[in-house]
């Protein structure tokens, strides 16, 4: 298969999974975790990543709360880790002014180099593709893809996909707010 066959197999897949979440009914429930977790898999299973998860920022913006960790290999999900913009202030700076954090050598990039010896290598974690959850025109949160192994090149596609994802979760937030407000 040619370079270019790769690329349309990849962003048919993307394509089918963002048909099949828009489909599934997730944002109609009432459960936040279950739509988070519905992103999660699809987002590691379509992007070949090892992990994959959603942050949400604390009220003050000097945190950011895992509300869905996905991990492929185990098929688990975990939440409530906690990471402090005081300790990855040139990440969270790159958060606020991207649609997306594409570190193929995450290690060395320096928006994600801060991670480098406290979680990216006792995890294996070798590439990052993030992207801001962005409601009102301001990120309150971030949805984060880990690729476990070396550094990895992401395709403008790849990207692109990571970014809808980031919508979709967006949307659920703004869907979740919407029926509680009319629920009041």
Not at 102 to 113: I, N, V
Not at 114 to 133: H, K, N, Q, T
Not at 139 to 158: A, D
């Amino acid at each position: 298969m040619g370079v270019d066959e790769t690329r349309e197999a990849a962003l048919r897949r993307q394509n089918a999974a963002l048909g099949a979440l828009s489909r599934s009914g997730l944002l109609s429930g009432n459960d936040r975790t279950h739509v988070f977790r519905g992103i999660a898999e699809v987002a590691a299973r379509t992007l070949g990543v090892g992990r994959t998860s959603l942050w949400l920022y604390s009220p003050d913006r000097e945190r950011l709360v895992c509300v869905d960790l996905f991990e492929l290999a185990g098929e688990r999900h975990t939440a409530g880790s906690v990471i402090e913009r005081s300790s990855y202030p040139a990440y969270f700076a790159a958060l606020e002014h991207s649609r997306a954090v594409a570190a193929t050598d995450a290690k060395l990039d320096p928006r994600t180099s801060e991670f480098a010896e406290d979680y990216l290598a006792p995890l294996g974690i070798g590439a990052m593709l993030d992207a801001p959850i962005v409601v009102g025109g301001s990120s309150i949160g971030v949805v984060c893809h880990e690729h476990v192994g070396g550094p990895r090149s992401f395709s403008e596609e790849e990207i692109a996909f990571a970014g809808s994802l980031a919508d979709f979760a967006a949307l659920a937030l703004e869907t979740e707010q919407r029926r509680l407000v009319e629920e009041r």
